[in-house]
């Protein structure tokens, strides 16, 4: 190791796992380890464990945290709950203040933002969207959530959008299945969501390519793309989180996006692939994004 480097730390906190690493200014990942999320003390000791280990390990700081973080989350600076998770429907972790309680268990500097814009800043810096002045990073997981830049800016600030929960239409063929989102019922969340598709369909790693539930979810994924593209003509849509690991996915997403866009805006099969697309950092997304806060040493500034 380069001892002259400056080390930060990354955690991607999410509703199952929080990964953390160690990361050097290259953003080379020198150690990592998954926590699985417990009760808010139980995973942030966890957490500054791993930390304070690897300091103690190469007798060297962290200059600071970055995190990207599950939501609800208060992302303006200037509120008394910034840092905080909201109301969630994570038991335990309504009003949990994530970025104060690791400042006070590392007594580092912490930055925070959303999973989803912490992807789409890593994604933007050097991933899928590197170059591009506009782009949407969605995760389909157990939830769905998407980050949004444009206009030099992240949509939302100083909130973030909740566009899982936006209305999408019925697939024919899904009528009867009332969805899982326990305010909307049918929400694209609701429909959409790897917890929805399982509802229906079972583990997604059993279910063959050419099973009917597939086209159903590319539908309202579709959608969402659609109705991302048609309010703010991005140049990439980025779809992560767990259910994109099926490969087949994202192709069916593209070929539906282009049905529902009906040679309205002029898109081919090539501009479709370009505008949808898997992340470039992978699994790692979240991860990178919370590194790169870290670096910026800033919540919101871009
Ligand atoms: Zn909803």
Redesign the pocket.
């Known amino acids: 190791m380069n001892d002259n480097m400056d080390l930060f730390g990354a955690i991607d906190a999410g509703g199952t796992t929080f990964k953390c690493a160690v990361v050097n200014a290259c953003g080379d990942i020198l150690e990592r380890q998954r926590i699985p999320t417990t009760t808010p003390a139980e995973t942030i000791q966890a957490c500054a464990t791993f930390f304070s280990g690897f300091s103690q390990a190469q007798a060297k700081g962290l200059s600071s945290v970055g995190i990207a973080a599950f939501g609800p989350l208060d992302i303006d600076p200037k509120s008394a709950d910034h840092g905080t998770i909201l109301k969630t429907t994570k038991p335990g972790w309504s009003m949990t203040p994530v970025k104060q309680a690791f400042s006070k268990a590392l007594g580092l500097p912490v930055y925070i933002d959303t999973d989803v814009n912490g992807a789409l800043r890593a994604e933007l810096f050097s991933g899928a969207a590197k170059g591009c002045r506009s782009a949407a990073y969605m995760t389909v997981g157990t939830g769905i959530g998407a980050g949004i830049f444009v206009n030099r800016g992240f949509s939302g600030a100083p909130s973030h959008p909740e566009f899982?929960?936006v209305c999408v239409k019925r697939h024919p063929a899904d009528q009867s299945f009332e969805g899982l989102?326990k305010?909307?019922g049918d929400?694209l969340?609701?429909l959409a969501s790897a917890a929805a598709f399982e509802a229906r369909y079972g583990d997604p790693k059993q279910l063959p390519a050419d099973h009917i539930g597939w086209q159903i979810e590319a539908f309202y994924l579709a959608q969402a793309c659609i109705n991302l593209h048609l309010s703010m003509r991005l140049e990439r849509i980025i779809l992560g989180g767990g259910l994109m690991q099926a490969e087949h996915l994202i192709s069916l997403v593209r070929s539906q996006f282009l049905t529902l866009n009906g040679d309205y805006l002029s898109i081919d099969d090539a501009a479709a692939t370009r505008l949808i697309t898997l992340p470039g950092h992978g699994h790692d997304a979240g991860l990178m994004g919370a590194a790169r806060l870290a670096m910026l040493g800033a919540d919101l500034e871009w």
Do not use: D, L, V
């Open positions: 899982g929960h989102c305010f909307h929400c969340e609701g």
